[in-house]
C-alpha cells in the first residue's frame, strides 16, 4: 500500500518552512530588526555565531524554490511572513515592499496550484516591539491585531488557510523563559504573561482574518509519558502537560487555563480576553516531534525531562516515536469533544549531512501511517506538512541541523534534492 493511500479525499499534503530560517536579505525592501537579528548577532548565542543573514536566500530565490516544491508535487506551502517585512517597527502603514514580496510568493504558488498557507508569526518580532516589552506586553497582542489585518487586506483575495502564531509555548519557554532563544530573556515562571497575549494575539488576528475558511494557531504538542509509577514523577508529568500542552489548548477548547496555572496569569487575563481567545470552528495546527518522559525534580521548575530509552534518535538527538503522533491527536479529541479540523503543520526529523537520507524516509514513512491510524480513529485530520522543504538557520543550533527534503549548500546555496524529496514525490504521483 502506497504511503499516501488510504487518507481520506482532499487531505492535504504540504511542506513547511519559516521567514528568518529561510529568506536572508535582512536589509532589504524595507525590512526592519527582528528580535532573531539581535540574538543571532550576540556573541555566543548561536552554534558557531550562524545568523539568518543570508540563510537560503529564499528571498532571491523563492521562484527557484516554488520550482521545487511544484516538481515535488505538494498541494500546500507553509511558510512565515516577516512582520518586519511589513511593519519594519512593528506598527503603522504596511511597508510597500514586503507586502509586495509575499505578494509575489503567492501568485507564484498559485500558478502551481500549490495552496499558499502563511503563518503570520514564526518568532521573528520586530526589534522595536520588543524594547517595549515584546510579548511581555498587552501591546504587543494588540499590534498583532494590526498587523494581522494588514496582510488580510492584501492577500485576503487568495489566501485561504491562515496559520496564526508558530508555537507560543517555545517561543515562551526557550525565548522568555529560559532565554535561549531570541529575545533571550531569563524570567522562568515570570514568562507566564507571554503565553496569555499570544493567546489573545492570536483571538485579535482570527477576528482581523475575517470570514477566513481556515484559520488556525500551531501547538507544539507532546505526549507526555511519567518516568515512572511513582506519585511524584506522575505528579511531575502532569505539570509538564499542564505547561506545555493545557496551557496553549485548554484556552482555546474549554476557554480557561489549567487550574494550577490559572493564578499566575490572574493579573494579566482582562474580561472578555477567554472569550476572545476560545475558537469555535477553525482548526488546529500541531507540531509533532517526539513524545517527553518527565520525572519529580527540585529545583526552579518541580520537573525534569529523561531520555526515552530503546528508540532511535534523530540527528538532534531526538527519540523517533511515530505511535506519539497517533496517541497525541487520540489524546486531544478524548480531552476536547470539540477539537476541530486538525493539520499537522511540523513533522520531520534532522539527519546527518546526505542525500541518502532513509532514515527520514522511515520517520516520515511511520509518522504518515501514525496520522492515518489516527483518522481511522476519529480524528479530523485534513493534512500533514513536513519540517522542512530544504536544510536552514536551526534557530540556536545554527545551520548544523539538517531537516530539509533538499540539501542546502550553504556556501553556494544550490539546492540538492535528496532521496527523501524523490521518495515523496513517487508517493504523491502515485497518489494522483
Ligand atoms: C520547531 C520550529 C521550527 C523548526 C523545527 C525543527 O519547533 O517551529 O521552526 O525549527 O522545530
Redesign the pocket.
Known sequence: MGVLSGFPDGFVVGVST?SY?IEGAVHEGGRGASIWDTFAHTPGKTLGGDTGDVACDHYHRFGEDVELMAALGVDAYRFSIAWPRIQPDGTGAPHPDGLGFYDRLVDALLARGIAPTPTLF??DLPQALEDQGGWLSRETALRFGEYAGHVADRLGDRVSRWITL??PI?HMAQGYAFGTHAPGRELMLGALPVAHHQLLGHGLAVQALGGAPEVMI?N?CTPVQAASDDEADRVAAMVYDGFHNRLFNDPLFLGEYPEFLAPGLAEVVRDGDMATIRTDGGALGV?Y?NPTRVAAAEGDLPFETRPIEGVPTTAFGWPVVPSGLHDLLVGLKDRYPNLPSVYIT?N?C?VEDRLDDQFRIDYLDGHLGAVRRAIADGVDVRGYFV??LLDNF??AEGYR?R?GLVRTDFDTLARTPRDSYRWLQAALRERG
Do not use: D, K, R
Request: proline share 0%.
Open positions: 519559516a530560517q514564526h518568532w508558530n508555537e517555545v500551531t507544539n507540531n516531534y511540523e520531520g534532522s519540517w522542512s536551526e534557530w541541523q531537516f
